[in-house]
């Protein structure tokens, strides 16, 4: 089983940070956001790891290399300038992820869930295509996402209340971005409605740690949180 770690964006609410660093670069508790998620990989038992990018692209493969430091083989998807969004960036990737269910992390968050779970999601995914974990909606999206119905994914649209919150984390079967047009940029949001449509979505809840780093103040929150808890192996 292949992992997917999403660093293509832009990081615009982190200007100026982003000018000049890529986002999943920028550090927090000492290290780089995408390292955190790198080592966390290499704990669960992870050796092949999939990196998209485009802005600043070539800063991420120079701090990264081949993975090797890290126990792993990375292999680059390189996007053009302005990247392809999230469903087009992993349609683009297909061809390195192989035939079999992926992980796919968004680069910019942090979060202490236990990769090593993907392994269980992939073999209980059976007629589903999909499994995302989901959290307790952050202040600054308390609307959420999508709700659970025990493991089956639906739209919150209807119940708000009961909404939750996707924490960029998801196992995927290729065949899930089978609609996607080679090359094209396209959102996930489109294909979740459709596989929730379809009911072949499944989800979890995390209740751990959870940070979604998309704006400098957020970062700074998590550098010191991070920095204060650094003997602490309960949080790293």
């Given at each position: 089983m292949k992992a997917m770690i999403l660093?293509?964006?832009?990081?615009?609410?982190?200007?100026?940070?982003t000018d000049t660093t890529p986002k999943p670069l920028l550090r927090a508790g000492g290290k780089a956001l995408i390292v955190w998620h790198l080592h966390r990989l290499a704990a669960a038992g992870w050796r092949e790891v999939v990196i998209n990018h485009a802005h600043l692209g070539e800063q991420i493969e120079a701090a990264l290399g081949d993975?090797?430091?890290?126990?792993?083989?990375?292999?680059?998807?390189r996007e053009p300038a302005g990247a392809l969004e999230t469903a087009g960036g992993i349609a683009a990737?297909?061809?390195?992820?192989?035939?079999?269910?992926?992980?796919?992390?968004?680069g910019d968050i942090w979060c202490d869930w236990d990769f090593a779970r993907a392994h269980l999601a992939a073999q209980a995914l059976d007629q589903?295509?999909?499994?995302?974990?989901l959290v307790d909606n952050p202040p600054h999206h308390p609307e959420g996402d999508f709700r659970l119905?025990?493991?089956?994914?639906?739209s919150a649209a209807d119940t708000p209340g009961d909404a939750l919150t996707y924490a960029g984390i998801g196992v995927f079967w290729p065949d899930f971005?089978?609609?996607?047009?080679?090359g094209a940029a396209m959102k996930l949001r489109p294909l979740l409605d459709d596989g929730i449509a379809r009911g072949v979505i499944r989800g979890e809840r995390h209740h751990g740690r959870w940070v979604d780093v998309g704006t400098r103040e957020r970062?700074?929150?998590?550098?010191?949180?991070?920095?204060?808890?650094?003997?602490?192996?309960?949080?790293?």
């Open positions: 660093a293509a964006g832009r990081g615009e609410r982190l200007r100026p940070l993975g090797s430091a890290f126990g792993l083989s990375i292999a680059y998807s990737a297909l061809p390195l992820l192989g035939e079999q269910p992926f992980l796919v992390v968004n589903c295509r999909a499994h995302l974990l119905a025990g493991e089956t994914l639906l971005f089978a609609a996607v047009p080679a970062l700074a929150e998590l550098d010191m949180e991070l920095a204060e808890a650094h003997a602490s192996p309960t949080l790293l």
